[in-house]
C-alpha cells in the first residue's frame, strides 16, 4: 500500500495531482459518452431519415412484385459496398436490395415486430463492414404479404469520428492538466515559503546565530512564531536563574566553609583539626560536583549553545602552563580549528580544567592534548606520562560506582564531575592507557550544527589498559 508523502509540500501536490486527474478522467468519460450518444442518435435519424424514404417508394409492378419507384437521394446506395445499404423483402423470400450490396443480402435477424416498430440490428456486412441496421414490418396496400425493409450503414466513420474526439479531448485535458500541475505546484512554493523562512530562522537560532526567530510570516504562522519566541526566552531565563542560583549557593557556601577551614587551623594540628579540614574539602567538592550537574542539566538542550574547544583547551593549557611552571612540564596540544560543540563555555572550562589539572598534577614531564572530528562529535584526547590508572578503577568511575579521581588521600570528584557533565550534553567520558604510560582520558562531546559535515575521519585511536 503506497502511504502519503512525509512533506506537506508532497501531500499537497500528490493531492491535488490526483484531484485534477480524477476530475478529468471522469469529465473525459462523461464527455465521449455524451458524444458518442449525440452522434448515435443524429446517425439512427438519419438511418430512420432513409427508411421513410425507402418505404414511401415501395410499391409492386403488375405482376406482383416488390419494386420501388427510382433511387433513393443518397448516391451511396448506388455505389457498390459503399457502406449504406437497403433491403426490402417479404415473408415469402421476395427480395429487392440497394445496388451497393452488389451480391450480397443483410443478414437480418429473425425478428417478429409489430407493423410500424422500428428495430435496431447489428449486422456484418460485406468485407467484413460492421453495420448498424433499422427495419420496419409494413402493409403495402393491395399487397397480401407483410413487407420487411431495412436500412443499412456502416459504423467505421462514426466510431472514427468519436475517436479523433476522444483523441482531441484526452490531448487537450493533458495539456490543460500539464498547465494545473505547474500552477499548483507554483502554488504550493508561495504557500509553503513562508515555512521555509521560518526553518532557516529556527536554524539560525539553533546554530546561535540568533536568539529569537525575526521576521514577518503570514497570520497563521505569526502565533506559532510568538510561542516559539516565548518558549526561547523561557529557556532562556531558566538556564540564566539556574545559574544564578547556583552562583549565589556557591557563594553562600564558600564563607561558611572558609570558617570551618580556619577553625581547624586555629585547633592547631590534631586529629580533630584534620578531620575538620577534610570534611570542609570534602563538602566543597561535593557542592562543586553537584552545581556542575545542575547548571549542565539547565543548559543542555538550550537552542544556541556552543563553544570553540580549540580556543577552551588553548586558554586552559595557558593556565595550567601558570598554575605548574615549577614542574617545567612540557604541553603538547594538536587541535582542529574551528572545533565548534553544543556545550556551554562555563561547563567546557569545568571539564577541560578538571582534566588538565589531574594530566598536569600526576604527569612525571609531558601532557599531550589532541582534538579530532568524528562525524557528529568532537574527540578531545589528554594524555600524561604519569603513573596511569588500574582499569578496574578506571572502568568503575566511568560507570559511575567509583566516583574518585586519582588522589589517593581524598575524596575528590574532578573526574566524576567531567563524566556527569559529558552526559548531561550526551556526550561521554572514558579512561584508557596512554602511549606516554600515563593515563589517557577521551573526552567526547556533540558537534554543534554548524560544525557538523566539515567531520574529519581520521579518530585517534587509544589503547585500553589490559
Known amino acids: 500500500m503506497i502511504g502519503m ?25 462523461l464527455l465521449v459518452h455524451l458524444f458518442r450518444s449525440e452522434i448515435e442518435r443524429r446517425f439512427d435519424a438519419e438511418l430512420s431519415a432513409h427508411l421513410d424514404q425507402l418505404l414511401s417508394r415501395v410499391g409492386q409492378d403488375s405482376s406482383g412484385a416488390l419494386v420501388i419507384g427510382g433511387a433513393l437521394a443518397d448516391p451511396r446506395f448506388l455505389q457498390p459496398y459503399s457502406g449504406f445499404y437497403w433491403q426490402v423483402e417479404d415473408q415469402t423470400g421476395n427480395r429487392i436490395r440497394s445496388r451497393s450490396l452488389w451480391d450480397a443480402v443483410l443478414p437480418l435477424p429473425v425478428d417478429a415486430p409489430t407493423d410500424g416498430e422500428v428495430h435496431r440490428h447489428e449486422l456484418a456486412g460485406p468485407n467484413s463492414q460492421r453495420l448498424v441496421a433499422i427495419e420496419r414490418r409494413v402493409t403495402l396496400p393491395g399487397y397480401s404479404q407483410i413487407v420487411r425493409a431495412a436500412i443499412a450503414a456502416d459504423v467505421a466513420d462514426l466510431e472514427k469520428s468519436i475517436a479523433s474526439f476522444s483523441y482531441v479531448l484526452l490531448v487537450t485535458f493533458a495539456a490543460v492538466g500539464v498547465g494545473l500541475s505547474v500552477l499548483v505546484a507554483g502554488q504550493v512554493w508561495m504557500v509553503f515559503r513562508p515555512l521555509a523562512r521560518l526553518r532557516a530562522r529556527v536554524m539560525a537560532v539553533r546554530n546561535g546565530r540568533s536568539g529569537r526567530i525575526d521576521g514577518a510570516f503570514p497570520s497563521e504562522v505569526t502565533p506559532l512564531v510568538e510561542d516559539m519566541n516565548a518558549l526561547l526566552a523561557h529557556s532562556r531565563e531558566v538556564v540564566e536563574r539556574g545559574r544564578l542560583q547556583a552562583g549565589n549557593l556557591a557563594h553562600g557556601l564558600k564563607t561558611p566553609l572558609a570558617i570551618l577551614a580556619n577553625a581547624a587551623d586555629a585547633l592547631g594540628g590534631g586529629e580533630a583539626s584534620e578531620t575538620v579540614r577534610t570534611q570542609a574539602v570534602a563538602i566543597r567538592r561535593q557542592v562543586d560536583h553537584a552545581l556542575a550537574r545542575a547548571r549542565a542539566a539547565a543548559a543542555a538542550g538550550v537552542p544556541g549553545i556552543q563553544c570553540d574547544v580549540a580556543g577552551r583547551v588553548s586558554e586552559v593549557l595557558r593556565a595550567m602552563a601558570s598554575l605548574y611552571r615549577d614542574r617545567n612540564l612540557d604541553l603538547d596540544a594538536t587541535l582542529v580549528q574551528p572545533t565548534e ?24 614531564k609531558k601532557v599531550r592534548v589532541a582534538a579530532v572530528l568524528d562525524d557528529a562529535s568532537c574527540i578531545i584526547t589528554i594524555e600524561d606520562d604519569g603513573p596511569g590508572m588500574a582499569a578496574a578503577v578506571a572502568q568503575e568511575i566511568v560507570r559511575g560506582a567509583l566516583p574518585l579521581d586519582r588522589s589517593r588521600g581524598g575524596a575528590g570528584l574532578g573526574l566524576g564531575i567531567v563524566r556527569d557533565l559529558a552526559r548531561a550534553y550526551k ?30 575521519e581520521d579518530l585517534r585511536n587509544v589503547t585500553r589498559c589490559s
Open 341 to 364: 560543540v553544543s556545550v556551554d563555555i562555563q561547563d567546557v572550562d569545568e571539564m577541560l580544567g578538571n582534566l588538565l589539572d589531574n594530566a598536569c598534577r600526576f604527569a612525571d
Open 427 to 456: 556526550g561521554e567520558l572514558r579512561l584508557g592507557c596512554s602511549s606516554l604510560g600515563g593515563l589517557a582520558a577521551i573526552l567526547v562531546l556533540p558537534l554543534a550544527p554548524t560544525a557538523i559535515g566539515s567531520a574529519s
Open 5 to 29: 508523502p512525509r512533506s506537506l509540500r508532497g501531500r499537497v501536490l500528490s493531492s491535488s495531482l490526483l484531484v485534477c486527474a480524477l476530475t478529468f478522467g471522469v469529465a473525459d468519460a
